[in-house]
Nanobody
Framework: VQLVESGGGLVQAGGSLRLSCAASGRTFSSYAMGWFRQAPGKEREFVAAISGGGGSTKYADSVKGRFTVSRDNAKNTVYLQMNSLKPEDTAVYYC????????????????WGQGTQVTVSS
């Protein structure tokens, strides 16, 4: 599985961005997808995850109510809608894929994209 993120950029605090992650392959719906982020000098952290069918989602407390993860299996794409952005959301955002359940632990994901930079100015 190859993953390619897009949609990052520079936005003012309070603004919105939508990240996309396009996946290769014909079995996309069998993969749970996760979004993670890594800020300079910090460890990679969980942001959100969604099950293969899209019926189950998980969020980090820091983004709950502001971010929404979704997927379109017909387009082999997962999205992260980010609203009410804060400067502390500034990071490189990565999507990742794994079989079976959507989980928060990055170590359980097998495939990773190259990341897309999100910068939120104050």
């Amino acid at each position: 599985v190859q993953l390619v993120e897009s949609g990052g950029g520079l936005v003012q605090a309070g603004g919105s961005l939508r990240l996309s992650c396009a996946a290769s392959g014909r079995t996309f719906s069998s993969y749970a997808m996760g979004w993670f982020r890594q800020a300079p000098g910090k460890e990679r952290e969980f942001v959100a995850a969604i099950s293969g069918g899209g019926g189950s989602t998980k969020y980090a407390d820091s983004v709950k109510g502001r971010f929404t993860v979704s997927r379109d299996n017909a387009k082999n794409t997962v999205y992260l809608q980010m609203n009410s952005l804060k400067p502390e959301d500034t990071a490189v955002y990565y999507c990742a894929a794994k079989k079976l359940l959507a989980v928060r632990d990055s170590r359980e994901y097998d495939y990773w994209g190259q990341g897309t930079q999100v910068t939120v100015s104050s």
